[in-house]
């Protein structure tokens, strides 16, 4: 079993830029207030100065104040990729535990988790749909696509995950099943969610363990 991970945002990075940059101008500006740089064209110190002390001062407390505050936001809902949870805002931003028999892997250049247990497999995408987000027409092409490759179309139905609405359709196979669900997160964002079952285990029931503690995250980068 691999380590746990923490998963890094975009945002993150740029916070620690902004930390980094506040602490260090403000640490400048105060050594120059009290005299302690040398100017480069006098190669002697710039005089004493209380405004550049406390300029710098305050540039440092800034830099501190925001590290305090975004490391207490992340502190509320920590980023964790392990093999027994994924709890992260990137993609595909949601937060789930792998029950007892199950385990969890992350494509992370995807933005594809995917969950293996008994006889079964889960995969979840978060992807922005540049033509609009349209279950309708994604559920036909997928029960055309599927059909004309053997499976038998189970037919629509619908259910909420986490309090978000999602369309969904199973499909059966000879020796396998199949279920999807399509889940708008909001503006671009949507959630496809696939279960397959093997040994005549019903798609939408099978990967049940995993769905009813899915939470969704707000999304990050995708």
């Not at 369309?167 to 669900?181: H, L, P, Y």
């Not at 708008?184 to 939408?204: D, K, M």
Request: hydrophobic share 40%; glycine share 10%; charged share 20%.
């Amino acid at each position: 079993m691999s380590p746990t991970l923490h998963a890094t945002t975009d945002l993150d990075a740029v916070v620690r830029g902004l930390v980094a940059l506040l602490t260090f101008v403000g640490l400048i500006v105060a050594l120059s207030g009290l005299g302690l740089l040398k100017s480069r064209k006098r190669r002697s110190a710039d005089p004493p100065s209380v405004l550049r002390v406390v300029a710098g001062g305050l540039l440092a407390i800034a830099g501190l104040t925001l590290k305090v505050m975004h490391g207490g936001r992340a502190g509320d809902e920590p980023e964790v990729i392990s093999p027994t949870r994924f709890s992260s805002a990137t993609s595909p931003t949601l937060t789930l535990d792998a029950p007892a028999g199950w385990l969890l892997s992350h494509d992370r250049a995807a933005g594809r988790l995917v969950a293996t247990g008994p006889k079964a497999s889960l995969m979840l995408e978060t992807s922005r749909m540049s033509d609009g987000v349209h279950a309708d027409d994604f559920m036909a092409q997928l029960a055309t696509f599927t059909t004309s490759r053997g499976g038998i179309d189970e037919g629509a139905f619908s259910e909420t995950l986490d309090g978000l609405p999602a369309s969904a359709r199973s499909f059966k196979f000879d020796t396998t099943a199949q279920a999807v669900w399509y889940v708008p997160r909001g503006g671009p964002l949507v959630t496809t969610i696939s279960c397959r079952s093997e040994g005549g285990a019903a798609a939408r029931d099978a990967c049940r363990p995993l769905l009813s503690n899915l939470k969704w995250r707000p999304p990050g980068p995708l």
